[in-house]
């Protein structure tokens, strides 16, 4: 398999010019943090050499946006996670910050979720939906909405730069091996799995959209196109829709799964939230 | 009684049957296609191809070739896709059947290809109702009709470089 997909790219490369590939452009936030945007792709990644976060795919317009957080479009919203860390919610009387002195303390979080816990595969926005409930006594959070995708979006910023490290192996291997066998299923009326585009064709342009290989380390994600963040779950659904399938609940216990299959895609590229997409 | 009842259904039945004979060329069922190595001879609409109509379909609705297919006779229209090779010179190395067979369903020849197949009715995976993500029920539709394969096939017969 990898030795065709290395042909694959071999005569590929050599028909076509270099256009469409990633760019060679480093990103650093704020003139500090260096990010990791290219690096040889994890062992069990056994069809790729390398792997690109999705900012080298995009235009130099929008790669700007998320160059200086004075310009990243998705701060606003980290702004308005700080605050809802702060305000008191639900009959216990309790704000995040009544028990966790500063969002600073989950510096690390990120880089490692999905993750396995009391056997059972929790993702950060069930993991702050749990605690709202169990410690707070709040009504949960919409999966998709503003207030869990800026909250996730503040958790996932105290990692930035670190790198995307989830394990696999363990308790955790049953949902990778799931989630995995998700990303090969070619769904839908236009038959086509994650791989077909992101693994195979990634680099080359469909219609107007520049393939990348579909790394979800930047997510929440601030999608020009959509002017807000976009949750993982949701750019899942959306995927799966657009392949004319019946697609998954948000928050399902299979995109899950596929969450862990995907953040092992990206170990060793860095946690880039909140990141700016077209 | 009973006899002008059976007249009157075999009446009725001796009458569908010519009828269906008698009609216009009915589409072939996505079913009942004969590849032949992945080619497919008969014309799926029994009617001959409209270029002009192929040339549209080519860049928008279910067809949406271009989206991976570049095609220099149709330029002027905008954001050529990569995913697959050039359509220029298509019908220089192509036969009509085979043109055919690919657009109906190119996976008999290149099983692995990403390309959908767009003649095709069953063997979908949690298939959808067109885009909307939710469930589909009921008959289901190819991406494309027999007579707009036909015409897809038409315009990729016109693409010849020699």
């Known amino acids: 398999m990898k030795k065709l997909a290395i042909i694959t790219v071999t005569v590929f490369l050599s028909i076509k010019a270099a256009s469409a590939d990633p760019d060679n452009d480093s990103l650093i936030i704020n003139d500090d943090i260096q990010l990791v945007t290219e690096t040889a792709a994890p062992i069990h990644l056994e069809n790729l050499d390398t792997i690109y976060s999705g900012w080298r795919f995009r235009t130099d317009e929008t790669q700007a946006l998320q160059v200086d957080d004075f310009d990243n ?206 | 009684m009973q006899t002008p009842k059976i007249n009157l259904i075999t009446f009725f039945f001796v009458s569908a049957i010519i009828g269906v004979a008698t009609a216009t060329f009915a589409d072939i069922h996505p079913g009942d296609i004969i590849y032949n190595d992945g080619a497919v001879k008969q014309s799926l609409s029994g009617k001959a191809g409209d270029i002009e109509s192929g040339a549209e379909i080519m860049n928008k609705g279910a067809g949406n070739c271009i989206a991976c297919h570049q095609v220099t006779a149709l330029s002027h229209l905008p954001f050529h896709g990569e995913i697959g090779p050039s359509l220029d010179g298509t019908a220089d190395r192509w036969s009509e059947a085979e043109l055919r067979g690919i657009v109906a369903n190119a996976k008999i020849w290149f099983p692995e290809t990403i390309m959908p197949a767009f003649y095709k009715t069953t063997g979908f995976i949690r298939l959808g109702d067109a885009y909307t993500g939710k469930a589909h029920e009921g008959n289901v539709e190819p991406l494309l009709t027999a007579q707009q394969i036909e015409d897809v096939v038409a315009f990729l017969m016109t693409l010849k470089e020699e």
């Open chain 1, 73 to 278: 479009p998705a701060m606003v919203f980290v702004d308005k996670a700080i605050d809802l860390f702060n305000t008191i919610d639900g009959i216990e009387g309790k704000a995040c910050v009544s028990c966790h002195e500063s969002v600073a303390q989950f510096r690390g979080l990120s880089a490692i979720m999905p993750k396995v816990i009391d056997g059972e595969l929790v993702v950060l926005e069930s993991f702050i939906n749990d605690h709202r409930d169990q410690v707070m006594g709040a009504e949960p959070w919409k999966w998709s909405g503003e207030k869990m995708q800026s909250m996730v979006a503040l958790i996932g910023l105290q990692s930035r730069g670190m790198p995307v490290n989830v394990k696999i192996d363990g308790e955790a291997r049953p949902y990778w091996e799931q989630g995995k066998e998700m990303y090969y299923t070619r769904f839908g009326q236009l038959q086509l799995s994650c791989a077909n585009c992101h693994e195979d064709n990634y680099g080359k342009m469909i219609r107007a959209d520049h393939l990348s290989q579909g790394h979800a380390n930047g997510f929440p994600t601030y999608r020009l196109k959509q002017a807000k963040l976009i949750s993982r779950h949701n750019r899942f659904r959306g995927c799966i829709r657009d392949t004319r399938a019946e697609t998954f609940a948000e928050g399902s216990d299979e995109f899950k799964a596929l969450e862990l299959y995907l953040a092992s895609r990206s170990i060793g590229l860095t946690v880039e939230t909140p990141a700016v997409r077209q």
